[in-house]
Structure formats: C-alpha cells, structure tokens
C-alpha cells in the first residue's frame, strides 16, 4: 500500500467516529498522565533530597542514641536513654578528627509573645551548631560558649518565626514565652527551605542545650549528637572511633550490641533517597496499571472496529489490499490513537504536576525524559493492544468479509 | 481512456483472457459437501461481452468468485491471460485482483461516508508500485469522467443515487485500467431505465475493447451481451452466441417514449 496513505486513512477513520475516539484516547490519557504526574513528583522528591545533602552541612557524622536494628531484636530504639551530654564532650574532646559535636535535645512548645502565639519546634544545640549545620545567621548572633555554660535564657530563631510570631519585624531583643519561660531572641537564622522530610527547616528555635535540658525538655539524654569531622577522608575513620570511645563509655562487652548508631549525612540522606525511590517506582507502577487499562479499552475498541468495518476490509482486499496492507491500516489507527492519547496525557500530566506542586507545595519536576518515555510508551501500548485486532482483520477473507452485514 | 484499453486489448488479441479447464467448488460444512461447481470448461476471447445466467444455487457467484481471484477452485486450472490462478499465493491474488481485473459488486460496495473520489482512489493505493498522489487524483478523476460522474467528485454514497453509485463502483472497477471487467448482477437492484443506462456504459467500454463478464438473472439484460451462458447445478447448461441488441438505440427509443406521453 502506499505509505503515506496509511496515516491519511487511519486519520479519516478515527474522525468518522470522534466521541468513540476522544473516549478511547482518554483512557490513555488518563494513564499518561497518572504516569508523568507520578514520575514528576518522584524526580521533585529525589532532586529535593540530593540538594539537601549539599545543605545538611559538610563532614557531618550523626549519633543516634539505641541500635534502630540489631538483627531482627529491637533493644530500645531511636528514643532509648543512652547517649549524654558528657559522651558529646567526649567525642569532642578525645577524638582528634572531630572538631565540633552539639548534643541535641527537640521539643514541641507553644511559643508567646504579645498575644500572639505559635507551635514550633525547640532544639537545644551547643554554640557551634550552626558552624556544623553551615548555617548562617542573617541578623544578631548565635549564643556563645558561655551562655551555653550558664543555661542562658536566650534562643535564635528561624525565618518562619519571625514571619508567624512577630509578622515579619525585627526580633531581635524581644522576649518570647514558652510555658512562661522568657527567652530573649539575640539571632535570626538564614532561611532554609524544607528539609529531607519535607519539613519546613525554617520553622525552628534554637537554645543551648543547658537551657533546653534544664528548663525546656524535661528530658537528660541527648536525641542526637550532631558532630562534624575536620576533613571527609577522615570520616571513615571518626566514625570508627567514636563507636569505639562510646562503647567503651557505656561499657559495653564485647558480646553486647552497640546501645548506638553512627551514621555519616550521606548515609542518612541516601536512605532518604532510597526511600523517595522506592515511592517513585510504586506510583508509577499504580499509575502504569491504568495505561494498560487505557490499552484494554484500545483494544476493545479496535476489535469492535474490525467487525463494523467488516465490509470495508473484504472491499479493501477484494480490491487488491494484502492482508499486510489491512494489519498495517489498523495498527496504525491503533498507534495513532494511543500517540493522541500521549499528547494529551502529556498535556494533562503537565497541568496535574504543576497543580500538585503548587497546591500541595510537594516539589515537582516535569522531566523531557518522562514526556519521551510517555509517547513511547503509549506508542509501544497502540502497537501491542492493536496487534490482535489488526491481525483478525488481515486473516479475514475477502468473500466472507463483503458478505458480512 | 479509448486508447487505453485498445492497446491493452490488441496486443492479446487472439489469445483467451480466461480459459476454464473443468473447474470444481466443492465446499465442505460439516459432514456435508456441497458442489457448487462440477466441471466448467470455457474460453473468453478478448473484446468480448457474456452474460452468465442461472437460477440461485446454480453456481454463478461460486464462478464469479473463482474467475475475480477471490476464490480458488478445488480441482481444474483457471488461465487468466495464460497465467495459472490456481498456483498463485493470497498475495498474489490480490495483486491480480488489484491490476488485472475490474469488479462490480451487485450491492455496489462503496466505502460509506467517503467521496466519490475517495472510492476511486481505494484500488489505486494499493497499486503494488504506488503512484505519486498526483497522478492517483489524476485517475480517479479521469475514471469518474468516463461514467459521467465527473461533477459529483465530491458526494458521498448517501448524495447519489442508486444508478449513480452502481456508476461510481463500474469507474472503481476501471480506474486501475483492467483487461477484464466482471460484475455481479450489476443491474439487479436498479430500475429498468437506469439498469439500460449501466448495460449502455458497458457495451461502450466493450466497444472500446474492454473484456466484460456479466452475471444477471433477468434475460432481456442477458441480450446485450454477444454470447449467453446459461448455468445449472454446477454445470454449463447453454452456451451460445448471440446478436447483441443495442442498448444506446433501446434508450433512445424510452427517451423518445417518455417524451410523447409528456
């Protein structure tokens, strides 16, 4: 057959019959679409974590206090006792790789001022927190040494603080309440954006340690000790030897599991990874379910086709089409169909995407590469779910075919 | 168009465009096998006009399936222009169906919905050596000229009349330029003025040496050909020639009729 009448044809026959046509092409865009929002959203969340390994600081070593695993047996967990503001110092002062190490104490608090109030987070840090965080100020100053020493009733707070508690004013000197405690703000933090999980980084308070322990939490061990390494090649290194300087703090024997997990930034942030991964590929596995539902339907409507144009393929071969030629013919309209559908799958997914990160506020990213892989694939679902239709028509013969009603 | 089909005609003058040896249709349903056809033995020689006549059941449309390529016989050889039709593949059944011959259905067989033209153009894209769309528009257009159609290039099946679409499907059956022309009871669902006005076209093109067979089950239509062919069960029961009447003067005469009694 002349090759450039096969499009033509299959063109003028899906527009012989456009409600059948727009309904059959939404399935795949529908499936298109659920496919590029999902991968979208994935991409957002997997470019979201890799900046933020970049933000988390620079030679940064995490202590979490209790093993999270220890081979199926659980021994306390994230949240048991066991590390103290004393190992911090230890880590600190013993271990010549480390050059920083803050205990960290979180809190929930309801902060006041005036008649305003707001639910924030409370960290107790030491003074060279933000040094680890690489977190700069961008007005006042962060607490020193000395006011950590003297559990100073001071705190630094974040952007978020400032837009919500004091609607964007200057804090600097004002006092807060937490539960009637008076802190004096003396720094605001640069902003920072989210956070690996998707909190708003910005929406914190700092206060020493000392403060937090004694007069905020309620709590004596440390959450975490945060502690930053000279150099990255000594990473590997520190890590050994803080495990090694805790379990001989914490006195463990040789037999017993660590009451504590060391974990670099770059492990912590690939978990994170892993995990964004991981979601990635099981909604985009959900959302593949409904293309090839829309490819069902391409199918269903292609075999019903075949046997409405029943005539027109007997006319066709008794005119000198192959059976070839017919195959070709229907495939094509099938092809042709799904690629409709893959346009306006790509069209709607765009939309979806853009509504989601901006409604949602999830980050999103709308990739070339989603938008190829959708065409081909819905090109890859026409050819596969027409081949059976277009197969039965080429079979047909052609008396049998004309005599059809 | 004329010169066309004398060219075509004249080179194979003497030589038989179809030559049956004792062709057979058995088609088997079941158990039960039905013989449809139970040795045809003829000849057709170029520039000639038959008629094929018969009751139901007398294996006409068996025989027009055979000699149209889109059935083959069970036992016998079918020569067509000295070529062998039985040993040929599906393929190349269709690439005969395509080039050599023309085919006229009874029920017209027109794509719904499509032009005229369009119709036209259907045989031509499967040429097996395509043509540019140019000369496709080109012929369509010339074989819709030549069953004086020419000004409705553009309506669909549903705009024309019965007449009119038998006109269109005879200028499908012609526009890739056939030797032979076969038609399946081209007149059985007109009226008797336009059945005249189609066997007219036909004699026309036979005069310009165009090979016609024609299946029909009405014997004062069977009288323009120049040769009868009557069948019954399977069999040739008649074979003769006969004086073709002139359905050109026939229709002249109804004209001349028509216009007395207004």
Known sequence: MKLSAVPITAIKALRRNTMRTLL?????????????????????AKSEVEEQVNRLGQNVVLVFPGARQLGGVSIGGGSANTLTVEDAHAIRDEIPEVIAASPEVRSQRVLVYGNRNWFTRIYGQSADYLQIRQWPIESGEMYTEEDVERAALVAVVGQTIVDELFEGADPIGETIRVRGLPLTVIGVLAPKGMSLMGSVQDDIVLVPYTTAFQRISGRSHAMVINVQVFNQQ???????KITDLLRERHGLAPYQEDDFTVQTQEEVAQAATETSRVMTVLLAS??????????????????VSVTERTREIGLRLSVGARGRDVMLQFLIESVILCLLGGLGGIALGAIATELIASYAGWPALFSTE???T??????????????YPAWKAARLDPIEALRRE | MEADFSAVTGQHFNMAVIDLQHITRTYTSGSVAVHA??????????????????SSGSGKSTLMNILGCLDKPTEGRYLLNGTDISALKRDELAAIRNETIGFVFQNFHLLPRTSALENMELPLLYKRDPLSWKEIRQKAAEALEIVGLADRMDHTPSQL???????????????????????????????SRTSLEIIELFQRLNDEGLSILMVTQEPDIAQFANRIIILRDGLIQTDKQVQKRSAASELQTWKDESESLS
């Open chain 1, 370 to 372: 989603a938008m190829f």
């Open chain 1, 374 to 387: 959708a065409v081909s694939v819905s090109a890859a679902v026409g050819l596969f779910f027409g081949f």
């Open chain 2, 161 to 191: 009349s019965g007449g009119q679409q038998q006109r269109v499907a005879i200028a499908r059956a012609l526009v890739t330029s056939p030797k032979l022309l076969l038609a399946d009871e081209p007149t059985g669902n007109l009226d």
């Open chain 1, 24 to 44: 059959t092409a939404l399935g795949i865009i529908i499936g298109v679409a659920a496919v590029i929002t999902m991968v979208g959203l994935g991409q957002g």
């Open chain 1, 286 to 303: 959900i959302a593949g379910v409904s293309l090839l539902v829309g490819g069902i339907g391409i199918m269903n409507v292609m075999l």
């Open chain 1, 234 to 240: 000594s990473m590997e290194i520190a890590q050994a």
């Open chain 2, 37 to 54: 056809l139970r040795g045809i033995d003829f000849t057709l020689q170029a520039g000639n006009f038959v008629s094929i006549m018969g």
